[in-house]
């Protein structure tokens, strides 16, 4: 009789599911949409059409882009109760706001009580729309500032920074945003996109399996190390010199502190979404004069892959692209999910349409089987 292998702990390299939206291969350092390499989609498509890729996996012809920007333009602008809700929550987390403006748009969906796959798909697009707005609006409101509507002639990443800003961005800052968005929107099982589909395949709506996502991506073990890397950055300063960045680097690695934004649980090699935003980092902080921050991540990130043998990841330079573009620190978590909510609502809709219940079992490691029951009296 053969002895059934001991799981790893976490599901490590445990398929789940089959999936025909997102290819990763760790050790070759490869990711894929749809078949369509991450390189190809970062350096020539729009994040609406990575959208249109994920939820129905080809490309959308030029008619096909102009219906779903459309669609996304007539959902941007947020339900009136939505805003007052979103003025009436305490300040804090800005994750908590997201997860609990997400599930208040639950209530003011037209399509509220339709889970048909046609009604189902509107909500995806609805969602990816909404989202982008309600993050942009809290980072409004934050900075002391009331809501900016969007405009209906910018497209999705253009309209995210002109809603925080008040300004509409330059081609640079669109491109590089609208860059990052599409190096965002899916990757496989990560754990919020696995919450989501657990939650789809019980069979609840499409807004309950997206709060179910949002709010495992609020878990630090999963989103916010963008924000620790600037965090980092800026407890260094932004007048320190390079040596100065390795230094304390240097000094943090000596007392054993994880530095963050380094290492994958699935790939062995370079991230390969590390590598566009590492030129977007360059050339966002040249354009606006703000060098030192690549600078510094660049001096960090060589000390990091000799020392440590670790390589940057998608985090890394994501924060210092961000704060170039105005974006506050404490949104950074909040923006995965303007990204994410393209792959998360892909794999729900894909759960939907070959569902069976997940539902997995456990090793039993407790006491032994079967335990004398003694009445009160006698323990």
Known sequence: MTTAAKPKGGLEDTVATSSAICYLDGEQGVLAYCGYDIHDLARYATFEEVCHLLWHRRLPTRAELGDLQAQLTSARVLPEPVLRLMRALPAGNGMDALRTLTSALGHYDSDAVDNSP?????????????????????????AGGGPIQPDPVLGHAANFLYMITGERPSGLATRAFDVALVLHADHE???????????????????SAIVAAIGTLKGPLHGGANADVMQMLLDIGAGSSVDKAEEVVR??????EKIPGFGHRVYHTEDPRATHLRQMSRDLGQRAGQPAWFEMSQRIEALVKTEKNLNANVDFYSASTYYVLQIPVDLFTPIFAVSRISGWTAHVL???ANNRLIRP???????????????????
């Open 118 to 142: 046609q009604a189902n798909y509107r909500k995806a697009v609805r969602l990816t729309a909404q989202i982008g707005s309600i993050v942009a609006t809290m980072g409004r409101m934050n």
């Open 189 to 207: 099982l990560n754990a919020s996109t696995f919450a989501a589909r657990v939650a789809a395949a019980t069979l609840t709506d499409v807004h």
């Open 251 to 256: 000094a943090k690695l000596a007392r054993k």
């Open 350 to 352: 894909e759960q939907y």
């Open 361 to 379: 079992r456990a090793e039993y490691i407790g006491p032994p089987y079967p335990q004398r029951y003694h009445p009160l009296e006698e323990r």
